[in-house]
């Protein structure tokens, strides 16, 4: 079992910036991709970004690229998204997931960490 707790959400007035984390506890032995996504209030969650934890390759959503990041520490099982130029289309619970591409059972979401930008 793998547990994910997020943190670093909170308000911020457009154009600023965020960065969340993510610290896994438990065996990632499994796992081999992380990522973020969202979820607006109304719509479907959605992928911000994800990073593969051996190699370090990256994608981002069409919306996110240029302006996200995201990165991990595999030492410490953290994962991050570091958020500039924040729009009020940003606003979302974001949750990190952790999961095999190829294993289904391994799967795993936090509890998601709310980011809300002012206009």
């Known amino acids: 079992q793998v547990q994910l707790v997020e943190s670093g959400g909170g308000l911020v007035q457009a154009g600023g910036s965020l960065r969340l984390s993510c610290a896994a506890s438990?065996?990632?032995?499994?796992?081999?991709?992380m990522g973020w996504y969202r979820q607006a209030p109304g719509k479907q969650r959605e992928l911000v970004a994800t990073?593969?934890?051996?190699?370090?390759?990256?994608t981002y959503a069409d919306s996110a690229k240029g302006r996200f990041t995201i990165s991990r520490n595999n030492a410490n099982n953290a994962l991050y998204l570091q958020m500039n130029s924040l729009t009020p289309e940003d606003t979302a619970v974001y949750y990190c997931?952790?999961?095999?591409?190829?294993?289904?059972?391994?799967?795993?979401w936090g509890q998601g960490t709310q980011v809300t930008v002012s206009s």
């Open positions: 990073i593969s934890t051996r190699g370090g390759s990256t």
């Open positions: 997931n952790f999961r095999n591409r190829w294993q289904p059972a391994y799967d795993y």
């Open positions: 438990g065996s990632i032995f499994s796992i081999n991709t």
